[in-house]
């Protein structure tokens, strides 16, 4: 039987939320698990297109993904959600507002990510261009017992996958 859930990937800019969570929502799909994504672009260029960067805005953005999270999840549709969300306090808002969160903290080194580098958004933070950027001019809050963490520096995307996927069939009993 399905059961709906929110796989919750944070972590700073770079550390491969997106490209992790765009594996997992293939093999989920392959074992006809219904699943809706939820990208941070996507979602800032239509649902919360008003909101800045600020902690109030972050909040904010994340507290109206959270809402479509929970209507979802709770008809038993999967939720692959990748977002930054760098404040402990609004993920545990989201915990305790939605079913069944598993929270997946995306772990590679500052370093790392700044030698990414993907979308060329570092060098632009260094270079004071963009304000409030996770990591360099703003806080990244590391989750503290996540279900999962990922070690992106050391495992490769694959095993990353595999992660997650074998906490799903081991520990969350889904039916895959
Ligand atoms: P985010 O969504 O967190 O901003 P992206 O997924 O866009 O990050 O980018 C992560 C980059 O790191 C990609 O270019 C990806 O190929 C690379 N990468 C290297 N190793 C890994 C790994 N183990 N897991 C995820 N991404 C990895």
């Not at 293939?26 to 699943?35: A, Q, T, V, Y």
């Not at 672009?41 to 994340?62: A, P, Y």
Request: with cysteine; net charge negative; glycine share 6%.
């Amino acid at each position: 039987m399905n059961k709906g859930f929110v796989l919750w990937f944070t972590g700073l800019s770079g550390s491969g939320k997106s490209t992790i969570a765009d594996r997992v929502k293939e093999e989920l799909l392959k074992k006809n698990i219904p699943i809706e994504q939820l990208d941070g672009d996507e979602v800032r260029e239509h649902l919360t297109r008003d909101l800045g960067f600020s902690k109030e805005d972050r909040d904010e953005n994340i507290r109206r993904i959270a809402f479509v999270a929970k209507l979802l999840s709770r008809n038993k549709v999967g939720i692959i959600a990748s977002f930054i969300s760098p404040y402990e306090d609004i993920r545990k808002e989201v915990r305790d507002s939605v079913t069944n969160f598993i929270e997946i903290y995306v772990n590679a080194p500052l370093e790392v990510c700044e030698a990414r580098d993907v979308k060329g958004l570092y060098k632009k933070a260094r270079a004071g261009e963009i304000k409030n950027f996770t990591g360099i001019s703003d806080p990244y809050e590391e989750p503290k017992n996540p279900e999962i963490e990922l070690k992106t520096d050391k495992s490769s995307i694959e095993e990353c996958v595999k992660q997650v996927i074998h906490y799903l069939k081991e520990v969350y009993q889904l039916d895959l």
